[in-house]
């Protein structure tokens, strides 16, 4: 509870409200497989004929069944906006992300610059060589 209290409103609300929607998914998927459940156990103690009874009973647990997939929609959708918020609102680990790069970066450029200054001293030592053999050569 303390590390709400330094959230924002906005931020503390959201966060309520997927609280909220989770459990309210999570209850009807339950509800819902519990009366599929009863549903399949059958009732004799109806008024109802035996083939009407079973006709409700099967849209009924159709019904239920697209409430299940709907509730289970539902909490995809819901994870996806936790992943969408906490990408997009989670600054210490982008900012470490980006200092942790910054710096990988950096050694790479120290890197290649430390090569590109010995390619230009071999390159200068090899040219001063070849200079030297070009203009001492009887063949120039």
């Known amino acids: 509870m303390t590390h709400q209290r330094s959230l924002p ?7 309520k409200s997927y609280t909220t929607r989770l459990k309210d998914d999570v209850k009807s998927m339950l509800e819902n497989f ?11 103690d109806t008024q109802l004929t035996r083939i009407t009874q079973c006709e409700k009973d099967h849209f009924e647990m159709h019904v239920r ?12 959708k819901l994870v996806s906006d936790i992943k969408q918020y906490l990408i997009l609102n989670d600054f210490p680990s982008v900012n470490e992300a980006i200092a942790q ?13 430390q090569k590109l200054m010995t390619l230009r001293d071999d390159m200068a030592a090899d040219l001063y ?12």
Do not use: H, P, W
Request: hydrophobic share 35%.
């Open 9 to 15: 409103q906005s931020k503390e609300a959201l966060l």
């Open 34 to 44: 519990e009366e599929i459940v009863k549903l399949a156990k059958g009732d004799s």
């Open 65 to 76: 069944a697209a409430n299940i997939v709907r509730a289970g929609e539902s909490l995809m």
């Open 101 to 113: 790069n910054s710096k990988l970066f950096r050694t790479k450029q120290q890197e290649c610059d």
């Open 129 to 140: 060589d070849l200079e030297e053999e070009y203009y001492t050569s009887i063949y120039k």
